[in-house]
């Protein structure tokens, strides 16, 4: 989850704290906030980075912090594409505007597949030319590598919600007639190239994962079955999981409306598990400890990815293992609070409030 906190793509103590609770808390993986791989591909002046060498120390700060509590440390490398030089979104969650020049976040020129803006009123991009696009791959490659030189065991590229690889994708925001637009081929070019490239450049062993927007829930947009053959496509050039969202397309980047219900996007993952025979990682409104197991053991997907709860709950992997009668003992908890916890749980008797007689 972006914490918008960060200063000239550098992470600090915010993103150590914000990043290492959840290693506390007994998650299995973390992974970072997106992650940009070119100073103009972060989505605001808060957003974090790993474009030039001098940014790998902050990360080896918290990757080395997860791994030593017992954690796998992630980052979800991106570019935000015509979704980049935002607001943060506490200030709005739109197009900048005076007070954000008055606070110094000035904008940026930005960069999509075509010259087509997010909507009215926002910025429009510049239409990549295929020298970019080269430079851009090449740019991913090197963050990947300095991730990797940080201590991150999982590459995730983030190919969802409208950022510049979605956007390539997404027949929306692509009008391209080169070999990087027109039909589903031409529109997956690029997400198979940069996939292609950072498997070459990194390790066997080394997971790499794809964040991908399931669907556009927009007519003519991209579908349910194109991710199903994207997800085939990737699976020969080496990724491992394809991790399922959706939507983003259109409109804000960081807050879509509607109404959502709990595992609303559970069936996009298992239509990829079982359609491109790959393994998938399902997310959105997983909340309940039975409710996250019964998606694994019931085959829907291999890995939950858990985030808002997360933020609610920093300790949610550690609580759910109790509440499935797990780790009796507090194993997953961190020996200098477990100690205590399983000490007073043998000799004490808990508050049960009286029920209301209301």
Known sequence: M?????????????????????????????????TAVQKKGRITHGCTGIWKDEQIIGHSRIAQFIFRNGSIPGIQLGHAGRKASMQRPWYGNGPLNEDDFE???????????????????????????EEQICDLVDDF??????????????????????YL????????????????GGDLTGRMRLAIDISSALRRSISDETPLFFRVSSTDNLENGWSIEDS????????????????????????????????RMPGYQVPFAEKIKQNANIMTMAVGLITHPEQANQIIKSGKADLVAVAREALFNPMWAAQ?????????????WPKQSGWWLERREKSSEFYSPEPNSD
């Open 141 to 162: 490659i090197a963050a990947a590598r300095r991730a990797i030189s940080a201590g991150y065991k999982v590459i995730e590229l983030h190919g969802a919600h409208g």
């Open 165 to 180: 690889i979605h956007s390539f994708l997404s027949p929306v925001s692509n009008k391209r007639t080169d070999k990087y």
């Open 2 to 34: 972006c914490q918008y906190s960060a200063h000239e793509g550098y992470v600090d103590d915010w993103h150590l704290v914000n990043l290492g609770r959840f290693a506390m808390g007994g998650a299995g993986l973390i992974i970072t906030e997106a």
């Open 103 to 129: 606070r110094g976040d000035m904008p940026w020129n930005i960069v999509a597949p075509s010259a087509c803006s997010v909507g009215e009123g926002w910025q429009i991009p510049e239409e990549m030319s």
């Open 320 to 332: 759910a293992a109790q509440h499935l009668n797990l780790d009796k003992q507090f194993t997953l």
């Open 228 to 259: 199903v053959e994207l997800a085939k496509e990737l699976k020969k050039v080496g990724v491992d999981v394809i991790d399922c969202s959706s939507g983003g397309i259109s409109g804000s980047a960081t807050a879509a409306g509607g109404k």
